[in-house]
């Protein structure tokens, strides 16, 4: 039989043996039933402050927790890795090695307990900690340390390292309402603790054994000497040097408690609205930018007036990203209504819509820049408009009317190109404006006799900057699942380059430096409303300035109100300047003498009519054909000419090759052109009425 004649000392440790491992397993048994029965309050996700960011991350505004906590989620990996260092060698520097629970810390502290007779060291662990963080403790009794040495073995078995120290980093109390290291670090020091100085790091290892006796703020003495300990620790563990040390204890503390960011706020309000439940939204705004154009508007309203608020929308022309928005000179100032956006409300445009009508007249032919307009009293049916400044100058060019913002000649253009296809333009680009209900679309459009908000002002003037092809504007705090916005042509392309063209000449505000920009002022009826919007080769900026309440403002206008907002934020922005584009190809500025003759001047009939548009086709060239290779001869010592052929078009003619005319106008449908070399070249023709036809060929 087995164990007949085994020694008795073998046969008793055999006993042993088998007792400690039923021991073992019933201890296992137990700790596991424990486990499952008493599981810990682990959530899936920490209860954190929603955050809204920029494109890039950076921090735009943080919202308290419904407690009223600053509480910001952490991630490891955007912690400065010094700070950690120090905060394990201060806290629990066997961290990374026990399961939980160090037993060296627990009998270090109870020795100092036991010669000392009070707690010097609690030897708790960072899991140990966090236990206590996520379940706080009634008392400071053996049951209550037992308990947390129990859910920190739990809390070890479901976390991983980097998951506990992120959720120690979240939830460890920094002072005040202030929870975890992001919001200590940017409420004591003014930013996130990517990179924190030795004393910085030093500061936030110390604050949470006791942070109401060592805040920076309430308390710099306190939080001097807890600096000093921990500093000392790092030089005793080797993590710093003694002259590192020396100048991070000589380093200032600031004894301050800064507000967390709270930029873009209207815009920020907006995506939380739209999505509550969740705790990160991303924004297409830039926070350097946004800050920049922020102190712009807080300055010129402090300028302005105590009632006086000012609005900003700077987007990307060419993706209809919004970079950044400053709904209200000041989100908190009551009395000039912060809360309410500034940017979303509807106002009358004043002026700002004068380019697109010019730009349709273009477009349609009626006139060119230099076209000859009245400024002198009219009366459309009754509709009696004046020019702002109750002043009148006769005959001037196109270019002038619009650059002077001119009342009379824009209406006139208006009542030729027709406000209802002025509106459906509009729509066409996305933005629908808002007429009296049941009121058909009227002259007084050209002067503000329409509502329109800045954001859709921007998105019209995107067009401008853009080709003729206007973006919906979009920043990301749009409800999630909601289609794009759509955007679309409102001119076309040669028009909008004319359009842009004449605003660029517009001279910049006193005192102003120049950038490049061609930008239109608006005042509305009233002194109510002043606008100023600019663009360059890719960013259109719009500016709003008055009361919230829509309240009279004598004086106020958009060329001395709101155009030197708009330079100082283009200047503010950050933003490097784009040219404005060049001429598409086949576009033609002609000076007062090469217009065609019915281009002129721009005249009614004897009945108050404009002069009936030509019946002719439109002009249309049939050789040479568009994209055609034509063997001239160019590479050799003389080439020969072209023959030009059209159809349709009403005479006379002006032929242009790459911008440049030819000789003089002619009647005749046909022409000759000699090139100047081998290589494309754009031929154009233009007939009376204003139309042009351009085709591209390649010269051989």
């Known amino acids: 039989m087995r164990g007949v004649g085994r020694p008795p000392a073998l046969r008793r440790l055999a006993i042993a043996t088998a007792s400690v491992a039923v021991l073992a397993t019933s201890v296992a048994g137990g700790l596991a039933w424990l486990d499952h029965a008493f599981p810990p309050p682990i959530p899936a996700r920490l209860t954190v402050s929603p955050e809204v960011v920029d494109r890039d991350g950076a921090l735009l505004r943080a919202f308290a927790t419904p407690d009223g906590r600053w509480r910001l989620a952490v991630d490891l990996d955007h912690v400065d890795k010094q700070f950690v260092d120090m905060l394990v060698a201060y806290e629990d520097k066997r961290f990374w090695t026990h399961s939980g629970v160090d037993p060296l810390a627990l009998l270090r ?11 010097v060291s609690g030897g708790s662990t960072l899991s140990m900690q966090l236990a206590r963080l996520m379940e706080p403790r009634e008392s400071r009794s053996f049951g209550a340390k037992f308990k947390q040495i129990f859910r920190a073995a739990q809390i070890e078995r479901r976390l991983s390292k980097r998951e506990i120290l992120e959720r120690y980093l979240t939830l460890a109390p920094y002072g005040g309402n202030l929870e975890g290291i992001r919001a200590a670090s940017l409420a004591y020091f003014g930013k996130e603790p990517r990179r924190l100085t030795v004393s910085e790091a030093a500061v936030l290892v110390a604050l949470p054994q006791l942070p109401e006796r060592r805040r920076p703020d309430r308390n710099p003495q306190g939080a001097h000497k807890a600096r000093e300990r921990v500093l000392a620790r790092m030089v005793s563990a080797g993590l710093i040097g003694e002259a590192e040390a020396g100048r991070a204890s000589a380093e200032e503390l600031t004894a301050i408690r800064r507000p967390l960011p709270a930029l873009a706020a209207h815009a920020a309000e907006t995506a939380l609205r739209n999505a509550p439940s969740q705790t990160r939204h991303e924004l297409t705004i830039r926070k350097r930018v946004q800050q920049g154009l922020e ?25 209809g990203e919004i970079l950044a928005e400053v709904g209200s000179a000041d989100f908190f100032d009551a009395r000039r209504s912060g809360w309410i956006d500034m ?35 009219a009366n459309f049916a009754g509709y009696r408009p004046k020019n702002f400044d109750m002043s009148y100058q006769g005959d001037v060019s196109v270019r002038q009317a619009l650059q002077l913002s001119l009342n ?34 009227g002259l007084a459009i050209a002067l503000g006799g329409v509502g329109v908000s800045l954001r859709d002002l921007v998105q019209l003037y995107t067009g401008l900057a853009n080709a003729g092809r206007a973006r919906a504007l979009r920043d990301g705090s749009e409800r999630p699942g909601t289609p794009p916005a759509a955007g679309g042509t409102v001119l076309s392309d040669a028009a909008t380059w004319q359009v842009a063209d004449m605003l660029a000449g517009v001279k910049p505000p006193e005192g102003s430096a120049p950038r490049g920009l061609a930008y239109k002022t608006g005042t509305s009826y009233g002194y109510r409303d002043a606008w100023s919007i600019g663009f360059d080769g890719r960013y259109v900026l719009g500016v709003w300035v008055g009361r919230p309440d829509a309240g009279a403002v004598p004086g106020l206008s958009g060329y001395v109100s709101a155009a030197p907002i708009l330079f100082e934020a283009f200047a503010r922005s950050g933003l490097a300047a784009v040219p404005l584009p060049r001429a598409p190809a086949g576009t033609f500025k002609p000076r007062r003498h090469e217009l065609p003759v019915t281009m002129e001047r721009f005249a009614a009939t004897e009945d108050g009519l404009i002069a009936a548009k030509p019946t002719e086709p439109a002009p249309q060239i049939v050789f040479p054909p568009d994209g055609a290779r034509v063997d001239l001869g160019a590479s050799g010592a003389e080439t020969s000419p072209l023959v030009l052929k059209l159809q349709g078009g009403r005479a006379p003619f002006r032929w242009l090759a790459n911008g440049k005319p030819l000789a003089e ?10 090139p100047d070399g081998a290589g494309t070249s754009v031929l154009t023709v233009i007939d009376a009425a204003g139309r042009a036809a351009s085709v591209k060929v390649f010269v051989e």
């Open 109 to 119: 502290a109870a020795g100092q307990f036991a010669g000392s007779g009070r707690i």
């Open 295 to 319: 102190t712009v508007a807080r300055q010129a309203a402090a300028k302005l007036g105590p009632r006086l608020s000012v609005a900003m929308v700077l987007a990307d022309a060419r993706t």
């Open 343 to 377: 940017t979303r409300s509807v106002r009358s445009p004043g002026s700002t819509l004068k380019p697109f009508i010019y730009g349709l007249a273009i477009e349609e032919g009626l006139v060119a820049q230099e076209t000859l307009i009245e400024d002198r009293p």
């Open 408 to 441: 009379v000649p824009a209406v006139r253009l208006l009542d030729a190109v027709g406000p209802a296809r002025l509106t459906a333009r509009f729509r066409q680009a996305g933005v629908t404006p808002q007429l009296p209900p049941g009121e058909a679309p």
């Open 665 to 674: 106008v002619v009647r005749r449908r046909t022409a000759t052109w000699v």
